[in-house]
C-alpha cells in the first residue's frame, strides 16, 4: 500500500484505477465478503479511484459483491462483462 501512496503523492489529480476480479478481489480463489470489503476500502484510502469490476465466468453474485465494496468504499465502480472468442472472424 505504501508504493500506492507514494504514488498518489505524487500525481495527485491523476485517477488510478485497478481491476478487481469480484469476489476473487485481486486473486484466484473467494475471499469472505469483508475481506473483500476492506481490500477496496484499503486501496480506495491509498489511493484508487476507479474500480473495474469483472467475474472471469460472468456469476452475477460475485459481480455484484465487487460492484458493492468497491461503491461502500467511495470509488468510481465500471462494471464489465468477460468475452473471449475471435471477434476477427464472423463464423464465431
Request: charged share 25%; with cysteine.
Amino acid at each position: 500500500w505504501k508504493r500506492l501512496e507514494n504514488l498518489r503523492e505524487k500525481v495527485p489529480d491523476i485517477p488510478f484505477q485497478m481491476l478487481l476480479r469480484g469476489a476473487n478481489a485481486v486473486g484466484y480463489t473467494n475471499y469472505a465478503d469483508n475481506v473483500v470489503y476492506k481490500f477496496c476500502q484499503q486501496a480506495q484510502e491509498s489511493g484508487v479511484d476507479v474500480f473495474r469490476v469483472f467475474d472471469s465466468l460472468n456469476y452475477l453474485e460475485n459481480l455484484k459483491l465487487g460492484v458493492d465494496a468497491a461503491g461502500k468504499a467511495g470509488g468510481v465502480v465500471e462494471g464489465t462483462m468477460s468475452y473471449t472468442g475471435d471477434v476477427a472472424d464472423p463464423s464465431k
